[in-house]
T-cell receptor, first 116, second 110 residues
Framework: NAGVTQTPKFQVLKTGQSMTLQCAQD?????MYWYRQDPGMGLRLIYY???????DKGEVPNGYNVSRLNKREFSLRLESAAPSQTSVYFC???????????????FGEGSRLTVL | KNQVEQSPQSLIILEGKNCTLQ??????????LRWYKQDTGRGPVSLTI?????NTKSNGRYTATLDADTKQSSLHITASQLSDSASYIC?????????FGTGTRLQVFP
């Protein structure tokens, strides 16, 4: 059972370059998320998708775009990378409980991005 | 302001010893509280999820407590093992978002 799979695991970019982080989950979850993790800070939500066909901004969306390609896949795109986007990026998925709140989050292994 | 604060920031213990990690929060309205374990270079993995009515919840050698009145939670690790070396993240959920703490980094030495 693969769970949540992210690619690539490592990437180095130059300022202004673009790239897409890919994420896929095999748990049939409706909700998917992109977080970034920086030293000394808690994980911060960039974008999320509550269900196939919908996406919403999180806490730190500037400089990013997302695509919910289908129920399994949720990609994060950096159109013009900046050094401030150097971070570790985590994709996660969850089911939505009957209460409407997110259930247990399942995270991928992370994508470590450096922007020079 | 919704905040989750964890203490200590880092902790070193000897294998076989017990330890307790703390989490204080000012999130409102409260929905649930979660503890995650994050090994170095890996993604976080869920340990427990506690709702308002749950005071204690165990997962093997991990026991989480919740005091919703004082808005405090603790994660107790019994008979620590080398594999417990990791960061432990407290996450509090309100009705529409998750608020993450910055984590406690635990190192267990033989």
């Amino acid at each position: 059972n693969a769970g949540v799979t992210q690619t690539p695991k490592f990437q180095v970019l130059k300022t202004g370059q673009s790239m897409t982080l890919q994420c896929a989950q095999d748990m049939n979850h409706n909700s998917m998320y992109w977080y970034r993790q920086d030293p000394g800070m808690g994980l911060r939500l960039i974008y999320y998708s509550a269900s196939e066909g919908t996406t919403d901004k999180g806490e730190v969306p500037n400089g990013y775009n997302v695509s919910r390609l289908n129920k399994r896949e949720f990609s994060l795109r950096l159109e013009s990378a900046a050094p401030s986007q150097t971070s570790v990026y985590f994709c996660a998925s969850s089911e939505i409980e009957a209460s409407g709140r997110s259930g247990e989050l399942f995270f991928g292994e992370g994508s470590r991005l450096t922007v020079l | 302001k919704n905040q989750v604060e964890q203490s200590p920031q880092s902790l070193i213990i000897l294998e076989g010893k017990n330890c307790t990690l703390q989490c204080n929060y000012t999130v409102s309205p409260f929905s649930n509280l979660r503890w995650y374990k994050q090994d170095t270079g890996r993604g976080p993995v869920s340990l427990t999820i506690m709702t308002f009515s749950e005071n204690t919840k165990s997962n093997g050698r991990y026991t989480a407590t919740l005091d919703a009145d004082t808005k405090q939670s603790s994660l107790h690790i019994t008979a620590s093992q080398l594999s417990d070396s990791a960061s432990y993240i407290c996450v509090v959920s309100n009705t529409d978002k998750l608020i993450f703490g910055t984590g406690t980094r635990l190192q267990v030495f033989p």
